[in-house]
């Protein structure tokens, strides 16, 4: 019984990834949604199996869940604020220079 229950929860754990981050266009919250239910997955099959086998199992799906969620709470590295290219030629991002006649009206 609980096997049938793990393989259900790890199929809706696929479709709810999928689902999310079609929906939310965001490939980070798909991979979230996947994550948390495949622990709860592996949880379950703890429980149906209290063995050395389905220990490792969990914690397996428990440490990979912590890697990859560490990885995706990290910004992008192309989303921050970047300064613009430096031009070869500085003379025309300097001021006019001003002689003091112009602009004046003669007077």
């Known amino acids: 019984m609980t096997g049938v229950l793990v393989t259900a929860v790890t199929a809706l754990a696929l479709v709810a990834g999928v689902v999310t981050t079609l929906s939310v266009r965001a490939l980070r919250s798909g991979v979230r949604v996947l994550l948390d239910l495949l622990t ?39 989303s921050g604020r970047q300064s613009p290219a430096r031009c070869a030629d500085d003379d025309h991002h300097l001021p006019l220079a001003s002689t003091g006649e112009i602009g004046k009206s003669g007077g």
Do not use: F, K, M, T
């Open 40 to 78: 709860a997955a592996g949880l379950l099959r703890l429980a149906g199996d209290p063995g050395w086998n389905g220990l490792a199992g969990a914690v397996a799906i428990i440490a990979l869940r912590q890697l990859l969620g560490a990885a995706l709470s990290r910004p992008a590295p192309w």
